[in-house]
């Protein structure tokens, strides 16, 4: 008898008395909201990082239809980027418990026989492979590239996006179907009655359920830990004075030290290959072009131009963020109407002195340069920028996610070729 028990296919392989209606049913209307809220915030990032503007933004081939974006990023709040992906990475972190004990929830399913039982049952398989295929890459790929760095250089974001799409469609048929038995399940607990499937089945879907160790409400309760946990190790990372909780989303890169210039570092000046004499007095100018012509300016020459201050944080992509740094330099529409940008200024394309690497450079739309707190940033916190802070110049934009502040820029051009 036992021996028949021990392929995964015959149902009394899974003996948790665990496995349940209710378990599932909760974790996935935590789910249902969570994953939704991480969809949105996702798709967020894309509409922040101008992907209509000038390729060096957005290379993802053949998004066609899915490039759809439907407004232009604003300047305000400009602590928004801070917001919405802090809220896609960290919320994104805290899912995983959930979402792992969803799936050990319903993996009796996945060896179910006959493997389809009519059309319809066919169908709804093949959108649990999807579903289950494209969260877990999703959920894979997003963890991978917050801890290590973009371990798919360049590819992430692509890889990252359709699977997103794949894995959402998917969500959507799947909440469509069960939503209802799983709202009606949670009712019923709450009111203490049985479960779909009736009083015999009210405390487990395994046939032969061995005796429990835990009772539901204490895993439930494992599950909540394992994601209170992972949230207080990860939030820290967006505020400056907590970041040495986060233990379990640490980022590389340089210690920042203190001081002005003491705030987190992404790529250091060395990693983006900037040497110190392509930065000098001597050697470095900026090269500012309108449809007024050509400028070029060394660093002297833009301490002379009108300076503004604005408080404006750094909101990297990969989910952390700095509070906000004061920092003081040149407004970008006043480059613009250096070259012949008067009053109205237009989208423009930043590049910096690196030479390779994804970052060098990127496009910022009509709105951002407009406002008044973008700014090619010479000083922060009432210092010099530091070489790993983009010495001798970078952008600022409110509201803009971090990879569109270049450092060590060396080009500004106004108005689209
Ligand atoms: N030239 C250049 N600028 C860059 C980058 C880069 O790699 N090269 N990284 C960007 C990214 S992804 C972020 S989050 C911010 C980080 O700025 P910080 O290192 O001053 O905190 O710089 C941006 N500017
Ligand atoms: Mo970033």
Redesign the pocket.
């Given at each position: 008898m036992r021996d028949s028990l021990r392929l995964p296919t015959s149902p009394g392989f899974w003996r948790s008395p665990l496995r349940g209606t209710r378990f599932t049913s909760v974790l996935g209307l935590v789910l249902l909201v969570g994953i939704v809220v991480v969809f949105v915030t996702g798709l967020l990032s894309y509409a922040a990082y101008n992907p209509d503007l000038a390729a060096v933004n957005d290379k993802t081939p053949g998004k066609g239809l899915l490039g759809f974006y439907l407004f232009s990023w604003p300047t305000d709040p400009h602590w928004l980027y801070r917001l919405t992906q802090g809220v896609h990475v960290t919320l994104g972190i805290t899912l995983i418990p959930v979402l792992l004990a969803k799936l050990w929830s319903v993996v009796p399913k996945l060896f179910e026989l006959p493997p389809v039982r009519s059309v319809a049952h066919g169908l709804e398989r093949l959108s649990l492979v999807l579903l289950v295929g494209g969260g877990l890459f999703e959920f894979t790929t997003g963890v991978l590239n917050v801890q290590l760095d973009y371990l798919f250089p360049g590819s992430f974001y692509p890889l990252h996006f359709y699977g997103a799409w794949v894995f959402f469609a998917a969500f959507l048929a799947h909440a469509a179907l069960k939503v209802p038995t799983a709202l009606r399940n949670v009712r019923r607990m709450r009111a203490g009655e049985p479960v779909d499937g009736g009083p015999a089945r009210e405390e487990s879907t395994a046939p032969t359920p061995d005796p429990p160790t835990v009772s539901r409400r204490g895993a439930l309760g494992f599950v909540a830990g394992g994601s209170l946990l992972l949230f207080a190790t990860t939030a820290g990372r967006s505020f400056d004075g907590l970041r040495g909780t986060a233990l379990l989303a640490p980022h590389g890169g340089a210690d920042p030290g203190s001081g002005p210039n003491g705030f987190?570092?992404?790529?250091t000046a060395a990693y983006?290959g900037i040497r110190a004499a392509d930065t000098g007095a001597d050697s470095w100018r900026l090269t500012v072009t309108g449809r007024g012509g050509t400028v070029r300016l060394s660093r002297a020459e833009l301490d002379g131009l009108a300076r503004h201050s604005a408080d404006l944080p750094?909101a990297?992509?990969e989910g952390w963020s700095t509070s906000d740094q004061r920092w003081r330099g040149v407004r970008l529409r006043d480059l613009a109407a250096l070259v012949g940008h008067d009053g109205d200024p237009p989208d423009v394309l930043v590049e910096?002195l690196?030479t390779h690497?994804a970052?060098?450079h990127a496009a910022l739309r009509a709105n951002q340069v407009a406002d008044p707190r973008s700014l090619l940033a010479l000083y922060v916190n009432g210092a010099r920028l530091s070489p790993?802070?983009?010495y001798p110049a970078r952008i600022i934009v409110p509201a803009a996610p971090?990879?569109l502040?270049?450092?060590?820029v060396a080009r500004l051009t106004f108005g689209r070729p």
């Open positions: 987190q570092i992404n790529k983006a750094i990297c992509v910096s690196q690497g970052f060098r790993d802070h983009g971090g990879v502040n270049t450092k060590w």
